[in-house]
């Protein structure tokens, strides 16, 4: 069977898949990197940039302990839950609609949010986020994948797309604490509103409207509500699993829920002639497993941020400004080592460079999980954040070469949806367990205080090694240089 080769291989694989006309005519494919990447980073940076706000928004709006956790919850429970549907929604019935759709949505959700006079505003409009978070999320990424077919091209656009969610994260934490000091909390929400107005005349002068496959095929209805449903139970099972308790009625209910319905959303992918997940994106190995290394991925790469700002505010006592200058040359190091692995994925090929990564991160959480109470900067959190980030910067690229490589355009949308969707569960799902087990520990510790805190995160952050340390393994199953092998 004829094999694509990886990006920047010598030899031309044969047969491979027309670029779909996502750029209007004489509009540079490089515009159409440009909308993608600052999408994506527009999505992720508001994942993380209402963390610091939250006690201002709880005073500004009276909110409660639940209502707070909303805040943030609801975001998650709506983007993880609706991604695959809104992916396959962009295959179907056009990128260039579904991004743009989700790009008013998620704009005006901001300005609502940012303008909210009650609890209850606040919380729909970042359910109205999630929305449009999840259509365009898969959508930027597809649109890449789509239009750059040419594999150096690819490589390079995806690779900027890399170097913005990564970075985005860290940048959150730094802008949300800037925007909340020096203006009020309303801002971590109306700052999306001027970026989004720029993205979205962008696409309408840029993009060209796609033909819609909806008369070639229809939406597996029962399959999309059936994952969403599963998705959004699992996701927000997992978020209020370590303030109620893994055994928790509930929480097993949801837990429970979600597996059943992800096993009747195999069914019915098995008997439907048009399924939401066409059975050639996981005829390809490497997309298989780079699904699976990016689920794993999603806990090593979110978990250190969450307890690393926890530490430097609640243990070391700093702001929330300072903590995100902290963090910043973790997040510099990965956009950098991200952009440094481009170079290396055609000469490495996926497998040692995921290997290698995992290896080095683990070493720097390992490091990083010997933190005292009484932390000097340098030795106990800058030196093992930049380990951390050169390790995580040579696994960010390779897996998402491997989950999309070889996808067909029509259905480079649905591949994206599963990339995002595995990368939303594996943070969720890693956080909470490890926001439990360090709960745990602190609950149990003998010691008092700031010591007993810190105890929970050092065994968290051996934990993160560990996850670190079977990504690592379970990259020795992808197929070498060769990104299509089946």
Known sequence: MPRERLPGATATPPGP?????????RVPLAFVAVIACVAQFMVVLDSSIVNVALPSMKTGLGLSATAQQWVVNGYLIAFGGLLLLAARAGDLFGRRRVFLIGLVVFTVASLVGGLATQGWMLLTARVAQGVGAAALAPSSLSLITASHTEPAQRTRAMTWWGVAASSAGAAGIVLGGLLTA?????????????????????????LQPSESAATRARMDVPGAVTITLAASAIVYGVSVAPDR?????????????????LAAFVAIERRTGEPLIPPDVFSIRNVRVGNVLTLCMGAVITAPLFFLSLYLQQVL????????????????????????SQKLIPILGPRPMVVAGCLVAAAGLV???????????????????????????????????????GVSPRNAGVASGLLNMCRQLGAALGLAALVTVAAT??????????????EGYRVAFYGIAAMSLVTALLSLLLQGKDANAR
């Open 441 to 454: 520990v602190t609950h149990h510790s003998t010691a008092a205080g700031a010591t007993a805190v810190v």
């Open 245 to 261: 308790g893994w055994t928790s009625g509930p929480v097993l209910a949801l837990l429970a829920g979600g597996i059943v319905l």
């Open 17 to 25: 898949p027309a670029a779909q006309q996502v750029a209007k005519p």
């Open 367 to 405: 490091w990083m999980a010997r933190l005292p109470a009484h932390a000097g900067y340098v030795g106990h959190v800058l030196l093992p954040t930049v380990v951390i980030g050169v390790g995580t910067s040579l696994t960010m690229m390779p897996a998402i070469v491997a989950a999309t490589t």
């Open 182 to 206: 020096s203006l009020s909390w309303r801002w971590v929400m109306l700052v999306n509103v001027p970026i989004g107005g720029c993205l979205l005349a962008a696409g309408l002068l840029g």
């Open 317 to 340: 006592g700093e702001s929330a400004l300072r903590t995100g200058l902290s963090l910043l040359p973790m997040a510099s190091v990965i956009s950098i080592g991200v952009l440094v």
